[in-house]
């Protein structure tokens, strides 16, 4: 989905590819396929059921880099740079957690300890003290390594900043401009929004942030996340990754 850019012909998409492609959604069991260009449709196809909530797994992801970015354009975290300590004063006392930046958490490259998947965190109580008290295995900064106990505290300092869980500020300042208004997202048992995955959301609402992430932050016309932010969102990782292709913050 591509944003139209003013005075430049828009490449016309090839019907015998989308056949293909919606034949492949259908193979796979998708609920829908939607494919948009300039941020109209160009065709949409609901395979099984009704337009639903479906559960988005670690696309979660893209709306807690989100989070970070609303609460940065606010001016309630005032750079990526800004070491985790400033709203956890016990990570000072430990010389490798002492270094760790909210970029660290959102490029994944925090160095926390983790394993494939969250079984592990799951059971927790507060999803974030476990990513704090949890060890550092690599130099912040140094290396990445997908990272969903990580992934907890970026939630977690967005509720430091705001005063109450991070999807409070997504609804507010992402959901209600879109016309979001079907949606689910969990919490830990202390409160804290699940950064990892667990929001529920309706394909064709997808769509709308697909559309904005598009158009640099912006929808219908209105910037909605900042391009300040969108640009910095998008930018490959500065440290070599063991996937095939860059990976903005939050996985974006």
């Excluded at 999807?167 to 992402?174: E, F, K, Q, S, T």
Aim: aromatic letters at 8%.
């Amino acid at each position: 989905m591509a944003a139209a850019s003013e005075g430049l012909a828009q490449p016309v998409i090839n019907p015998v590819a989308l056949d293909k492609l919606f034949a492949e959604g259908a193979a796979q069991h998708s609920s829908s396929l939607s494919v948009f260009q300039n941020g109209q449709p160009v065709r949409e196809k609901f395979f099984s059921a009704r337009d639903h909530r479906i559960y988005l797994y670690s696309v979660t992801k893209t709306f807690t880099a989100l989070g970070i970015g609303l609460a940065y354009d606010r001016g309630l975290i005032r750079s990526m740079d800004e070491p985790l300590s400033t709203w956890f004063p016990e990570l000072a006392k430990d010389p490798s957690k002492s270094r760790l930046k909210v970029r660290h958490i959102l490029q994944h490259t925090s160095g926390i300890l983790t394993t494939q998947g969250s079984h592990d965190i799951y059971p927790q109580k507060d999803f974030a003290k476990f990513a704090l008290e949890s060890a550092i295995v690599s130099a912040p900064g140094e290396e990445f390594k997908y990272n969903n106990r990580a992934i907890n505290l970026a939630s977690a300092v967005v509720r430091k900043v705001t005063g109450q869980p991070m999807d409070a500020l997504i609804a507010r300042n992402l959901f209600e401009p879109l016309g979001i208004k079907d949606y689910k997202f969990r919490h830990d048992r202390a409160g804290n929004t699940w950064a990892m995955d667990g929001l529920e959301l309706k394909a064709s609402d997808l769509v709308k942030i697909g559309c904005l992430l598009a158009d640099g932050g912006k929808w219908n016309g209105r910037q909605i996340v900042s391009e300040r932010w969108m640009k910095m969102a998008t930018q490959a990782s500065l440290v070599s990754l063991d996937v095939t292709a860059p990976t903005g913050w939050g996985c974006l």
